[in-house]
C-alpha cells in the first residue's frame, strides 16, 4: 500500500512552545486529514483539507494542504498538557477511495 | 448522541479460536472501515464497505472475514487463521461526498485484542 512519511516521530517540548510536523507521499493526494489519539482511544479529527495550498485553522492549530499535493503540514501553537498524544496524517489519491495513514508524530509537552 | 460504538473495548483469543469485534455507527454513514493498529505503526486497513451486502479486501485482509447486512453495522471477525492477531483494531465509518469518498473518517474507541 501508500506509504506516508510523518515527520518527526517524536517531540519532546516545553509548554507554551510551538509545534510544527509533517507528512509527505510519493503520490500526489486529493484530500489530506489530521487526527490526534490519546492512548486507548480511536483519533479524533482534527483538520480536513480539500485544495491545494489551503491553510485551514481550529483552535490553536493549524494545517496546510502542500502545493504539490504531496505533503501536508500541522501546526500548533503555545501547546499545554493536553495537547499530549499522537497525531497522525491521512491522505487520499484521486483514484479509489482508501485513506493511507502515517505512523504518527509522538508529542509529549514538559509543563 | 451520534457517534460509533466498538465492543467488547478488551477481547481475549485462545489458540485456534474466532472472534467477533463488533462496530455500530448512528451517524448514517455510507461507508465502514476496519483498522489494525500496532505499537508503532500507522493504521493499516483491513476491509471496508461502502454499501450494504458489499464489501472491499484492504491491504491486509488474510485471516480475517466481515459483512455488511445493516448500514449501520460491521463487524469484523479473527478467525484462527490470522497467527498475529494481537493488535489494536479500529473502526471507522464516513459520508460518501459527490467526489467518491472525500468525507474524512470518524472512528471508534477501539477493541484490543490480545491472545491467551
Known amino acids: 500500500g501508500q506509504q506516508l512519511n510523518q515527520s518527526p516521530q517524536s517531540m519532546f517540548i516545553q509548554e507554551g512552545e510551538d509545534v510544527s510536523m509533517n507528512c509527505t507521499s510519493s503520490s500526489i493526494f486529493n484530500t489530506w486529514l489530521w487526527y490526534k489519539q490519546d492512548p486507548g482511544e480511536g483519533p479524533v479529527l482534527l483538520i480536513a483539507?480539500?485544495?491545494?495550498?489551503e491553510l485551514t485553522s481550529n483552535g490553536r492549530l493549524t494545517a496546510q494542504f502542500g502545493i504539490t499535493r504531496k505533503d501536508s503540514f500541522l501546526n500548533i501553537s503555545a501547546s499545554i498538557p493536553s495537547d499530549v498524544g499522537i497525531y497522525f496524517c491521512a491522505g487520499r489519491m484521486n483514484t479509489g477511495n482508501q485513506f493511507y495513514f502515517g505512523t504518527g508524530t509522538s508529542l509529549t509537552v514538559i509543563p | 448522541d451520534g457517534g460509533i460504538t466498538q465492543s467488547p473495548k478488551y477481547l481475549f483469543r485462545k489458540e485456534g479460536q474466532n472472534v467477533t469485534l463488533s462496530c455500530e455507527q448512528n451517524l448514517n454513514h455510507d461507508a465502514m472501515y476496519w483498522y489494525r493498529q500496532d505499537p508503532g505503526q500507522g493504521l493499516r486497513l483491513i476491509y471496508y464497505?461502502?454499501?450494504?451486502?458489499?464489501?472491499q479486501k484492504g491491504d491486509i485482509a488474510e485471516g480475517y472475514s466481515v459483512s455488511r447486512e445493516k448500514k449501520e453495522s460491521f463487524p469484523l471477525t479473527v478467525t484462527s487463521a490470522q497467527k498475529n492477531p494481537t493488535a489494536f483494531y479500529l473502526c471507522?465509518?464516513?459520508?460518501?461526498?459527490?467526489?467518491?469518498?472525500?468525507?474524512?473518517?470518524?472512528f471508534g474507541d477501539g477493541t484490543r485484542l490480545s491472545i491467551l
Open positions: 464497505s461502502q454499501i450494504v451486502n458489499d464489501f
Open positions: 483539507l480539500y485544495k491545494a495550498g
Open positions: 471507522a465509518s464516513s459520508l460518501i461526498g459527490p467526489g467518491q469518498g472525500d468525507q474524512p473518517q470518524h
